[in-house]
């Protein structure tokens, strides 16, 4: 699970970064999506990960909560000592693991399979990804939506990156720490960086 998880959380910083683009003008961002989406390998390899890993980390996801429920039907009449009580991202993955799989299929609605505005440059068609882009992010409803998904994609990663290890068994008392530091970090500049560009589009642009 902590695998499959790895991909898309390696995904979402790649694409965070190029998303960046955005604040070098509709030129340099159209031709950006315009590369990706003419390079047939990268996008239906990228594509064909990206559905075998979301399909692995929610399958397993489902189980997981099912079986943690078998095995504890009733809740602890005393709560767990605050040192071992897991942290509040772990202990909500499920539900903002749920909420972000309906912000994927809204996102590609919105996006990818959203309007074909086109536009031309040197003789080239395109589309015209910055308008699209402009015109969601001008409608409050959507940054609002998109600010709460984003601030649970953070939460989400921030658990997520660091279980990774312990997946793996790389537990260890003076690392583990580092690691989940690392992790927070990690999710604190994917998250912060796609929140920049809903917040900057409808304040500033
Ligand atoms: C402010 C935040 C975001 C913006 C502005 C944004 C923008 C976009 C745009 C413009 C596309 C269309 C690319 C194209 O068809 O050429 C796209 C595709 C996509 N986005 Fe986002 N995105 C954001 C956040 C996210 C997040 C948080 C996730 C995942 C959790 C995500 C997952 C995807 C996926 C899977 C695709 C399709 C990629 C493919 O077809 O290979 N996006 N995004």
Not at 39 to 44: F, I, V
Not at 64 to 76: R, S, V
Not at 103 to 109: A, G, V
Not at 123 to 137: A, K, Q, S
């Amino acid at each position: 699970m902590g695998l499959a998880g790895a991909g898309w959380t390696l995904f979402v910083a790649g694409h965070m970064a190029g998303n960046m683009l955005i604040f070098a003008g509709p030129e340099t961002f159209n031709r950006y999506g315009h590369a990706i989406v003419s390079n047939k390998p990268l996008l239906y390899g990228t594509e064909a990960f990206l559905i075998l890993c979301l399909v692995v980390h929610v399958a397993l996801g489902i189980i997981l909560t099912i079986e943690n429920k078998k095995a504890k039907p009733k809740k602890y009449a005393v709560a767990a000592n605050p040192a071992k009580r897991s942290s509040l991202a772990s202990s909500f993955m499920a539900l903002h693991g749920s909420i972000i799989l309906v912000f994927i299929i809204t996102h590609l609605m919105t996006f990818k399979y959203g309007p074909e505005y086109l536009v031309e440059y040197g003789g080239e068609t395109m589309r015209d990804l910055h308008r699209l882009t402009l015109e969601v992010f001008s409608d409050p409803l959507y940054v609002v939506g998109y600010v709460i998904c984003l601030i649970l994609l953070g939460f989400h990663l921030s658990h997520g990156a660091s279980s990774v290890f312990q997946s793996l068994g790389l537990n260890h008392p003076r690392y583990t720490p580092v690691i989940k530091k690392a992790g927070f970090v990690y999710a604190l500049v994917v998250a912060g960086g796609f929140l920049s560009q809903p917040l900057y589009i409808f304040f500033f642009m």
